[in-house]
């Protein structure tokens, strides 16, 4: 007989709960709404907020794994090295929290 996944085991593979978790995490939510207008680099972005650039890559891989942003163009140098301009696929998230689960809503940028 196979045993039936546990509440919390589902919510690791709820992409609801994925999202909802990266607008809780404060950099997360401050990488993804400082890309809405305009994009910008790993490296701007770990300027702008004060985030090491090493913590800055980890959450735009997890952003991106979720569809929250995107690769908009890259730009190449004057020394020869590409770097991405990464900005927000939302403009707007709401969530609003219902039982038995919350309810989020996004709006495409």
Known sequence: MTRRPTLTQLKK?????KVLEALADAQSRS?????????KTASELAEEHKI???????????????????VEKWILADNGK???IYK???SKADVSIRKPEPVISLSPN
């Not at 593979?13 to 709960?17: A, C, E, L, M, S």
């Not at 090491?52 to 995107?70: A, F, G, N, R, T």
Request: zero cysteines; aromatic letters at 10%; proline letters at 3%.
């Open 13 to 17: 593979y709820d992409v609801n709960q």
């Open 31 to 39: 990488i993804l709404f400082s890309v809405i207008k305009e994009g």
């Open 52 to 70: 090491p650039l090493s913590s800055v890559y980890k959450k735009i891989s997890d952003l991106e794994d979720l569809s929250l942003i995107k």
């Open 82 to 84: 590409k770097f991405k």
């Open 88 to 90: 927000s696929r939302i």
